[in-house]
């Protein structure tokens, strides 16, 4: 198994400009998540996924789109690139087990590091 | 929504004592805390998860304590080493529609001497 696979590892795009983030996993987990990480301020959630066809929103969508179309993979629109949105990027995925559907262990990508200049 | 705040934001110590880290969180609906080590430049890895119809756990140098009523959970590490060295994140997750769903804590920097 790979795990989570995210694509690219770096980035740099100027003010404006568009890019898809990839994430693929393999373990055939139904929650998908992607988080940003800035200096100071953890994970933050950006979009996430309990299953193919269910997005939602997380703590920081702005500027930001997924579509979950398998279970495989999630990837995350930057729509208009802003500086802001300079950071590293994590992709994770899990599953629940179990009646109740406890939550258990999420599986993060390597990241992506993206500069907005 | 869930808010997991995190303490100390940096902790020094000398290899061979301990290290607590704290952690609060606001969703009486939480069930499940997760801890994750970050290494530089590296993606966060679990090192140990309770949930909450437990109140203790432990794997070797490392245990996690849960008080439901005081919602706050800890970190323990024990006999430190300098390879414990990192970034350590706790965090959430809740039921419902919030499986899968983790809110982190803002990070505490471990530095371990020799």
């Known amino acids: 198994n790979a795990g989570v696979t995210q694509t690219p590892k770096f980035q740099v795009l100027k003010t404006g400009q568009s890019m898809t983030l990839q994430c693929a996993q393999d373990?055939?987990?139904?929650?998908m998540s992607w988080y940003r990480q800035d200096p100071g301020m953890g994970l933050r959630l950006i979009h996430y996924?309990?299953?193919?066809?269910?997005?939602d929103q997380g703590e920081v969508p702005n500027g930001y789109n997924v579509s979950r179309s398998t279970t495989e993979d999630f990837p995350l629109r930057l729509l208009s690139a802003a500086p802001s949105q300079t950071s590293v990027y994590f992709c994770?995925?899990?599953?629940?087990?179990?009646?109740?559907?406890?939550?258990?262990?999420?599986?993060f990508g390597q990241g992506t590091r993206l500069t907005v200049v | 929504g869930e808010n997991v705040e995190q303490h100390p934001s940096t902790l020094s110590v000398q290899e061979g004592d301990s290290a607590v880290i704290k952690c609060t969180y606001s969703?009486?609906?939480?069930?499940?805390f997760p801890w994750y080590k970050q290494e530089l430049g590296k993606r966060p890895q679990l090192i140990i998860d309770i949930r909450s119809n437990v109140g203790e756990k432990k794997d070797q140098r490392i245990a996690v304590t849960l008080n439901k009523t005081a919602k706050h959970f800890s970190l323990h590490i024990t006999e430190t080493q300098p390879e414990d060295s990192a970034v350590y994140f706790c965090?959430?997750?809740?039921?419902?529609?919030?499986?899968?769903?983790?809110?982190f804590g803002q990070g505490t920097i471990l530095t371990v001497h020799p």
């Open positions: 996924s309990v299953g193919a066809g269910i997005t």
């Open positions: 373990m055939n987990h139904e929650y």
């Open positions: 994770a995925s899990s599953y629940s087990r179990g009646l109740g559907g406890v939550p258990t262990e999420a599986f």
């Open positions: 965090a959430a997750s809740g039921g419902g529609t919030s499986y899968g769903k983790l809110t």
């Open positions: 969703d009486s609906a939480s069930n499940y």
